[in-house]
């Protein structure tokens, strides 16, 4: 298996955090709360609905995002950014979105054979399935990768957009509903683009497919995909299958919430243990996390591509940001937390006690997450030896982000706070023949 990367990615959603050149505080911040990687939506220009995901002009900026009062270009402004995000020991990222552009884009006078049209002579708009039945974006305009007369036109014009990000100091791209283009155009453009740019990284977002749709997806080169363990009850053996599933293909990333769900404070009704219980559990279950931008202080008011601006930042007495930081150590300092490693449910008979172990064999590194699914009560977890659960058998250190323990002996007996996770470690060593 190749070794993953350490992965923790910060959010840095553009309409809340503002400007190009206001940026250098959130990074900062994500810098101080140990990520290393910086995720930002769409800047392009944008179509008349104002959604960062309708874009009109892919080689120009959202006006939103650009200071009038400064000198320098807007170019010139992203590019100070991602430079002192780089500085810090940032890495950024940024969504390619090239299933739909705006219905307003002039691509739709200039190379009309681009796109998807109905019977009815009129373009074909993205739609979805959700509780309310059948969604359809009218503000985008779908474009046909699969049966288009000017395949190598339409490839051609995204290689330059990539290549334009790249320019401006982008190293990743998360490719917005990759599953809905053609495995062969991805392995065709993640190829071309690493003739010149080796080291630049490529996540596949198939949230939605079924797991046969993001495992073709995956293997057309992406580095990673983005699961779907923020909807995990802790119980179903679903997201063990998927993890199952895929990991001999491509690592994947969690995340606690994102910009397209409800926050999770608003969602938990401001439980705090809640919001760590589901951080630690996100950044540990697989090789990377992605935290959006505010969760760190318990922001309620969910992120909105179209009406979400810097006065929306809220204030709140939530501060999360050294628990964070804690975690992300953690992911940081063991392989064991940076790879999609072997992951199994232990049978436990209180069932509200969610008992994991994880073992990274390449590395011989092992880990037991007691994790209290129970956000309001106490819950007691005791095991008469502790240590036959892992397969070293070999002593347990406690690196929780919380109430670490200096010894952990094999009968083990503990009660947990609510929402509380113990992360225990324990490696191999060898003697060299």
């Given at each position: 298996m190749k070794q993953p990367e350490k992965m923790i990615i910060?959010?840095?959603?553009?309409?809340?955090?503002?400007?190009?050149?206001?940026?250098?505080?959130?990074?900062?911040?994500?810098?101080?709360?140990?990520?290393?990687?910086?995720?930002?939506?769409?800047?392009?220009?944008?179509?008349?609905?104002?959604?960062?995901?309708?874009?009109?002009?892919?080689?120009?900026?959202?006006?939103?995002?650009?200071?009038?009062?400064?000198?320098?270009?807007?170019?010139?402004?992203?590019?100070?950014?991602?430079k002192h995000a780089e500085k810090l020991g940032l890495r950024m990222m940024i969504d390619l979105v090239i299933n739909h552009c705006a219905i307003d884009s002039e691509l739709l006078k200039t190379n009309p054979g681009w796109f998807k049209w109905e019977s009815n002579g009129k373009v074909s708009h993205p739609f979805a399935f959700d509780n309310r039945g059948k969604v359809?974006?009218?503000?985008?305009?779908?474009?046909?990768?699969?049966?288009?007369?000017?395949?190598?036109?339409?490839?051609?014009?995204?290689?330059?957009?990539?290549?334009f990000l790249l320019q401006l100091g982008f190293k990743g791209f998360r490719c917005d509903a990759a599953y809905q283009i053609p495995k062969s155009f991805w392995s065709r453009l993640i190829s071309e683009i690493r003739k010149e740019s080796p080291d630049v990284l490529f996540f596949a977002e198939t949230l939605g497919c079924t797991p046969d749709q993001t495992r073709r997806t995956a293997s057309a080169g992406f580095d990673y995909i983005f699961n779907s363990s923020k909807w995990w009850d802790f119980r179903n053996q679903w997201l063990m299958r998927q993890l199952s599933f895929l990991r001999d293909i491509v690592p994947s990333i969690s995340f606690p919430e994102s910009h397209d769900t409800v926050r999770l404070c608003e969602e938990l009704n401001g439980n705090i243990e809640g919001m760590k219980q589901r951080y630690l559990f996100s950044a540990l279950f697989s090789a990377g996390v992605m935290m959006p931008i505010g969760f760190e202080f318990g922001f309620r008011k969910r992120l909105h591509v179209v009406n979400t601006r810097p006065e929306d930042w809220e204030t709140t007495n939530i501060d999360l940001t050294e628990f964070i930081k804690k975690v992300n150590a953690i992911k940081a300092s063991h392989i064991?937390?940076?790879?999609?490693?072997?992951?199994?449910?232990?049978?436990?008979?209180?069932p509200n006690i969610l008992f994991m172990w994880k073992a990274a064999g390449d590395v011989n590194e092992e880990s037991l997450?007691?994790?209290?699914?129970?956000?309001?009560?106490?819950?007691?977890?005791?095991?008469?030896?502790?240590?036959?659960?892992?397969?070293?058998?070999?002593?347990?250190?406690?690196?929780?982000?919380?109430?670490?323990?200096?010894?952990?002996?094999?009968?083990f007996s503990y009660n947990l706070r609510p929402g509380q996770g113990i992360v225990l470690k324990t490696s191999r060593e060898y003697i060299e023949d």
């Open positions: 910060y959010n840095l959603f553009p309409l809340l955090a503002g400007k190009f050149t206001e940026w250098d505080s959130h990074l900062l911040r994500a810098f101080e709360m140990g990520f290393n990687w910086v995720f930002v939506n769409p800047i392009n220009y944008p179509g008349f609905s104002g959604s960062l995901y309708s874009l009109k002009d892919y080689f120009d900026f959202n006006p939103l995002l650009v200071d009038g009062n400064s000198k320098k270009t807007p170019g010139q402004q992203i590019k100070d950014a991602i359809v974006w009218g503000d985008l305009a779908k474009f046909d990768h699969k049966n288009t007369k000017d395949k190598e036109g339409l490839f051609r014009y995204f290689v330059e957009v990539v290549k064991v937390f940076q790879q999609d490693a072997h992951t199994e449910m232990l049978y436990y008979s209180n997450i007691i994790l209290n699914k129970d956000i309001y009560n106490y819950q007691h977890f005791y095991a008469e030896d502790l240590w036959k659960f892992t397969a070293m058998e070999t002593p347990l250190s406690d690196i929780s982000p919380e109430y670490a323990l200096d010894y952990i002996d094999t009968r």
